[in-house]
């Protein structure tokens, strides 16, 4: 009997690898496929409905990207947005939820306002409104200000800091530490897995930034990389937004398919931001783990 029950354990086991192995392929065959079509050449997509292995692996649609200026420009104003974006993001998130946590006058108040708009937002018109009374409109501001605090991430934020032991403020004020010497001597140094997954949230948040930059943005060479990329692959308005590259491909006879030029852009555009996670990945793992169990 229990041999039986060991090998329908076994069984179910393979059985469950065997499903997610194949659940696992099949997620993973968009991000091949796209990485197989930016490496095919004009000649063989237009044979080829469906190409798995290219017979002759090329990198023009590389060659023509790292050509266009507009491409380069919007990569380097993204990265900017996402680096300076999230450190404004961290600081006053941290900023303000750990000010929540501390005995001041108002602090309930502060905490509701922070909870009306979780559970309310203003909408598009009258953010807008606000952007453009402010003076922000054109400006990589427009992109950061508006939304550097998010509600959930601060409120999860000050769980955390609350879950750090009092006993370790007490010992701090009796040695002369004030409010700001607690926060930066103490709390943030035991708040580095927090201060990972969350800055991952925005970094995230910050790379993909589309709508904002399409509304704010009127001048097109501060257009981040997503807006170009839908210029590419939604539009398929190659020419317009890569007009350097265009030029450069005239002069030079290479021409790949517009398909292939919007897949290696898709790649270029999510590969940076996914280089960050192995760095961030052993205090990732704790941070993600905030709010779940309460001890």
Do not use: C
């Amino acid at each position: 009997m229990i041999n039986d029950k060991s090998l329908s354990n076994r069984l179910t086991d393979v059985l469950n690898m065997v499903l997610l192995g194949l659940l696992g392929l099949l997620m993973l065959f968009p991000f091949y496929y796209i990485f197989v079509i930016s490496f095919t050449s004009l000649e063989e997509y237009s044979k080829s409905d469906l190409i798995l292995w290219p017979k002759q692996w090329v990198t023009d649609a590389y060659t023509y990207i790292f050509h266009a200026k507009e491409f380069l420009r919007s990569i380097g104003v993204t990265v900017y947005i996402t680096i300076i974006g999230s450190l404004i993001n961290l600081v006053l998130t941290a900023t303000m939820a750990y000010a929540i946590t501390r005995n001041i006058w108002g602090q309930k108040v502060f905490l509701l306002m922070v909870l009306f708009t979780f559970i309310f937002n203003a909408g598009m018109i009258p953010t807008y409104l606000v952007v453009n009374a402010t003076g922000l409109i054109d400006s990589y501001w427009a992109l950061m200000i508006p939304g550097a605090i998010n509600s959930f991430n601060l409120i999860v934020i000050r769980q955390f800091f609350l879950s750090i032991p009092e006993e370790l403020n007490e010992a701090a004020v009796i040695d002369g530490a004030n409010d700001l010497s607690i926060f930066t001597r103490i709390v943030i140094p035991l708040s580095k897995p927090a201060f990972a997954a969350f800055g991952l949230f925005y970094a995230v948040v910050n790379w993909n930034t589309y709508f904002s930059a399409i509304l704010y943005l009127n001048d097109p060479t501060k257009w981040t990389v997503q807006v170009i990329l839908r210029q590419i692959v939604i539009l398929n308005d190659v020419t317009d937004s890569l007009t350097s590259a265009a030029r450069d491909a005239a002069r030079s006879g290479i021409m790949p398919p517009g398909e292939a030029i919007g897949m290696a852009a898709i790649l270029l555009a999510t590969v940076p931001i996914l280089l960050v996670y192995p760095f961030l990945q052993k205090h990732f793992a704790k941070g993600v783990m905030i709010g779940s169990v309460k001890g």
